[in-house]
């Protein structure tokens, strides 16, 4: 660094240190509350995927952060198969149970890694693959999840969210999950909120979505709400494979832009120093499972580990 620079660094970092202090003086208190991140995971793995790199530096800055786990990805055959060595049409209500464990252990040690507390998690314990059936239901219907028989919500190594706060689970219903999510966003407080984005193809993360987004509003949300990418469609992300140089990328797939409904260049990017990406590809691996026929899966997900992280605001117009 030249010593022009230097000086140049000194004088903004000095103006900054003014700019705190006043902030401090005539800011309103709302402004000044530490700020508090929730981010909104379908299943144990998308936080890592889309938001290990904002998790781990907004915890090294000293703020809250809360992972919330809407299901516990207990209704994937071929996983329960994989924890369990059987074949995948051999695995019972059981072995769905051990996987929802697995990958609840799963998201408590990847969060340790990206430097926060296994208490960070919070498992809201709805029906994996079952979020878009509820959210299209009337308020009063009761779902049964097909794997696991359960019709209420539960969690394996902690209790779930409703259990926790109210002493019983919620029935897989329209109105527990946003009335779970309506007391987090009021408890928790959040400057800042994540959610995976509507275009995905998955329909849990778009479930998870509209269910966030209705409670938001629900609750007069105003603070910052983003959404993070995760089975893009037609195919996402790009480039492929673990890059942590390199920058997420927009291709033609098919003679179609990929990522499909979304802007790009995304309005948010945030970039990850090197070791940041290689703590996120560690968070990753945290979520190794031997899932059955897909030998692809873990590669899949490592190939999120770019040299940033990309989000959209699908919210800020109509605000
Ligand atoms: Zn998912």
Same mark, same amino acid.
């Given at each position: 660094m030249s010593h022009k620079r230097l000086r140049g660094c000194l004088r903004s970092m000095l103006l900054c240190v003014i700019a705190t202090g006043l902030?401090?003086?005539?800011?309103?208190?709302?402004?000044?509350? %530490?700020?508090?991140?929730v981010v909104f995971a379908?299943?144990?793995?998308?936080?890592?995927i889309g938001c290990a790199g904002i998790i781990m530096q907004a915890l090294a800055r000293g703020a809250r952060v809360k992972v919330v786990a809407m299901t516990s990805g207990d209704g994937f055959p071929a996983a329960a198969?994989?924890?369990? &060595?059987k074949a995948v049409d051999q695995v019972?209500?059981?072995? !769905?149970?051990? +996987?929802?464990?697995?990958?609840?252990? #799963?998201?408590?040690?990847? @969060?340790?890694? *990206?430097?926060?507390?296994?208490?960070? *998690?919070?498992?809201?314990?709805?029906?994996? =693959?079952? *979020?878009g059936s509820l959210y299209d239901s009337t308020d009063d219907k009761v779902i049964r999840q097909q794997f696991t028989k359960k019709n209420e919500t539960y969690a394996s190594i902690q209790k779930d969210y409703h259990t926790s706060? &109210?002493?019983? %689970?919620?029935?897989?219903?329209?109105?527990?999950? +946003?009335?779970? @999510?309506?007391? +987090? @966003? /009021? $408890? @928790?407080?959040?400057?800042?909120?994540?959610?995976?984005?509507?275009?995905?193809?998955h329909i849990d993360h778009r479930a998870a979505f509209w269910f966030v987004r209705d409670a938001a509003k629900q609750v007069g949300y105003?603070?910052? !709400?983003? /959404?993070? +990418?995760? &089975?893009?469609? %037609?195919?996402?992300? !790009?480039?492929?494979?673990?890059? %942590?140089?390199?920058?997420?990328? $927009?291709?033609k797939v098919d003679g179609e832009l990929a990522p499909r409904g979304l802007p790009w260049p995304p309005p948010r990017r945030v970039p990850l120093?090197?070791?940041?990406?290689?703590?996120? *590809?560690?968070?990753?691996?945290? &979520?190794?499972?031997?899932?059955?026929?897909?030998?692809?899966? #873990? =590669?899949?997900?490592?190939?999120f580990v770019k040299s940033e992280e990309v989000f959209w605001t699908p919210l800020a117009s109509s605000r």
């Open positions: 902030s401090g003086v005539f800011a309103q208190p709302w402004s000044t509350r %530490p700020a508090s991140i379908p299943h144990p793995d998308d936080e890592v198969a994989g924890v369990a &060595h019972g209500p059981d072995d !769905f149970f051990a +996987l929802s464990r697995f990958r609840q252990i #799963q998201s408590r040690s990847a @969060l340790g890694i *990206l430097g926060g507390k296994a208490d960070d *998690l919070i498992v809201l314990g709805y029906p994996d =693959g079952d *979020l706060v &109210h002493g019983k %689970p919620a029935a897989y219903q329209r109105s527990s999950v +946003l009335g779970d @999510l309506v007391e +987090l @966003l /009021t $408890s @928790l407080q959040p400057t800042e909120i994540y959610v995976t984005d509507e275009s995905d193809g105003k603070g910052a !709400f983003y /959404t993070y +990418l995760v &089975h893009g469609l %037609p195919a996402w992300p !790009f480039p492929t494979g673990v890059t %942590p140089n390199l920058p997420f990328e $927009s291709r120093s090197r070791e940041q990406a290689q703590r996120k *590809l560690k968070s990753i691996q945290a &979520h190794n499972i031997p899932v059955v026929g897909m030998p692809e899966h #873990q =590669g899949e997900m490592e190939s």
